[in-house]
């Protein structure tokens, strides 16, 4: 008779000198080919790698985290894991590291501040390498006087501090570049939607920015009142944020302050500080049987997928993800190889893509 209960026993895990002995070499061989050791037979490696897939050998991280000091693992810590912009840099950075054989860790911040300050200072309890973090409340300050020894990475150009490495797209510059697109299709009364006036760090202000140097360069006088917040911390444990604030349903509610300002201020364009917000108030207008963009034009930021499908497709600033995530790896990596050079900031490029909501101009 079997033993039923013997035989349903899992196998033991297979170990290096599992691989070794079915290879035909030395322990030491294997653990050569499992590094990336450069001078070996071809050969030889070959029969080792069909050996670890024949046994279905793992390497065992954590004694090599002993040896190495490292684990080769990152944190990528967002504040927001479903918003369109933070998913698609999430997915970026993946891509990025795998050329440097990192796994990526992703913690949501839900821009709570003792959730910051938890990442500022490495988690303490995890055993990430580096940190790349997009803090949503925290100033830099407070990030730089919490922080441990664990390298760390900001995205973001509210984050600009040169004691401290960063990576960022040009904000003001690009919504210059989006406003500046509508003045030269004969737009005058433009408003901007995505103003936050309290809660969280400048994304907002910065995009604003950007927008007045437009109309002051086209000497076009500012009407504060086409100046449109979003929503604003109504509590200390839910501050502002790029998901409620910058959501569709703010775009949406947002659009009747909108149209009731039309009535007296002839609204003829809407620079919007997100693709969300804008998507939001494309619905009303239509629904208001606003027609956009002969009567007004509308810009997104971020180059979200709904925008090329919103009906009317949307204008709108498109960072370059990929270039974003692989200038921080880069400059975690750096950090976790020893680097002692002087921090550095990037500014990864970007463009203005022209679709149906500007593309049409004036009536």
Known sequence: MTDDAGSKRA?????????????????RTVSNVIHGHRYLRPETKAKVEDAIAELGYKPQTAARQLRTGRSNLITLAIPYIDHPYFASLAHAVVEAAKSYDYTVLIDETRGLAEKEVQVARGYQSSHSDGIIFSPLTLPVDSILAARDKTPLVLLGEHTLDPRIDHVTADNVESTREATEHLISLGHRRIAFLGYLTEGTLGTGDLRLKGYRRALAAAEIDEDPDLIIGAATQTTVSEPASAESDYSREEGYARAQQILLLRETSEI?????????????LLRAFREAGVNVPGEVAVTGWDNTPEGGFSAPTLTTVAPDMDAIARFAIEAVHRRILGSSDAPIGRVAPHRLVIRESTAGGLL
Do not use: E, F, T, Y
Request: charged fraction near 20%.
């Open 11 to 27: 196998k033991p895990r297979p170990s290096i000198k599992d691989v070794a002995a079915l290879a035909g070499v030395s322990w």
């Open 268 to 280: 003829d364009a809407v620079v919007c500080a997100n693709d969300l917000l804008a998507i939001g």
